[in-house]
């Protein structure tokens, strides 16, 4: 349909939860009861410990761990549809080429684009989905301007504060991935997953529940 679907990077396709509650309680910031939730994780290091302890963990899970990251049932399927439909579907992520506490100086969008590849997310069954469609930014307001330059019709984020931003262009439609459905104000469309997000942009269209977990 001639669509440009813009899609949110970190836990939007990529869930950290699992990895932040492991690394966390292996790095000893946080105990066995931490629910495995990354913003619990984070409020808990930042109530106990500190924001350089949280940056310390964020190196580790963004940087040399990103491959135990799980991708989140329904991305592909997404993606699949719409570029089967005629859709074009970019992602574009604030992530910063470095972490600041990373001994390991892993970069952090090599390792995010080499766990899109393990995931099969540029194989022949995405329909030419490829790494051309994936754009890092610097800043959020680097990613922003990228949505806008780019002219996104529809952009799915897991963070309020992106799709609320002032400078978002209106005529994109800002979709909030969350899995916890809280009420959002408007213009904010909530789901709490990609099979709600497929029937939202893509009204009837087969969505397989290959990986719809
Ligand atoms: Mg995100």
């Given at each position: 349909m001639n669509r440009l679907i813009g899609i949110?990077?970190?836990?939007?396709?990529?869930?950290?939860?699992?990895?932040?509650?492991?690394?966390?309680?292996?790095?000893?910031?946080?105990?066995?009861?931490?629910?495995?939730?990354?913003?619990?994780?984070?409020?808990?290091?930042?109530?106990?410990?500190?924001?350089?302890?949280?940056?310390?963990?964020?190196?580790?899970?963004?940087?040399?761990?990103?491959?135990?990251?799980?991708?989140?049932?329904?991305?592909?399927?997404f993606i699949?549809i719409s570029r089967?439909v005629?859709d074009r579907v970019v992602i574009i992520?604030?992530?910063?080429?470095?972490?600041?506490?990373?001994?390991?100086?892993?970069?952090?969008?090599?390792?995010?684009?080499?766990?899109?590849?393990?995931?099969?997310?540029?194989?022949?069954?995405?329909?030419?989905?490829?790494?051309?469609d994936?754009?890092?930014?610097?800043?959020?307001?680097?990613?922003?301007?990228?949505i806008?330059?780019l002219?996104c019709d529809f952009f799915i984020?897991?963070?309020?504060?992106?799709?609320?931003?002032?400078?978002?262009?209106?005529?994109v439609t800002?979709v909030?991935?969350?899995?916890?459905?809280?009420?959002?104000?408007?213009?904010?469309?909530?789901?709490?997953?990609?099979?709600?997000i497929s029937?939202?942009v893509h009204?009837?269209?087969?969505?397989?529940?290959?990986?719809?977990?």
């Amino acid at each position: 349909m001639n669509r440009l679907i813009g899609i949110d990077f970190d836990n939007t396709i990529a869930c950290y939860n699992t990895l932040f509650y492991n690394e966390g309680l292996s790095s000893g910031v946080m105990g066995p009861k931490t629910p495995v939730d990354k913003k619990a994780i984070r409020d808990n290091i930042l109530l106990w410990h500190d924001d350089i302890a949280w940056q310390k963990l964020q190196g580790r899970v963004y940087g040399p761990e990103m491959k135990r990251a799980e991708l989140i049932g329904g991305v592909r399927d997404f993606i699949q549809i719409s570029r089967a439909v005629g859709d074009r579907v970019v992602i574009i992520s604030h992530k910063t080429e470095f972490a600041n506490f990373d001994p390991t100086k892993t970069n952090l969008r090599q390792a995010a684009l080499a766990w899109m590849h393990a995931h099969r997310l540029f194989d022949q069954t995405m329909k030419g989905f490829s790494t051309e469609d994936v754009f890092f930014e610097a800043t959020r307001a680097d990613k922003i301007d990228r949505i806008n330059k780019l002219a996104c019709d529809f952009f799915i984020d897991d963070l309020e504060e992106v799709l609320l931003d002032n400078s978002l262009e209106n005529s994109v439609t800002k979709v909030l991935f969350q899995r916890n459905v809280s009420a959002a104000p408007p213009p904010l469309n909530v789901f709490a997953s990609w099979a709600e997000i497929s029937s939202f942009v893509h009204g009837g269209e087969g969505f397989s529940r290959e990986d719809n977990r």
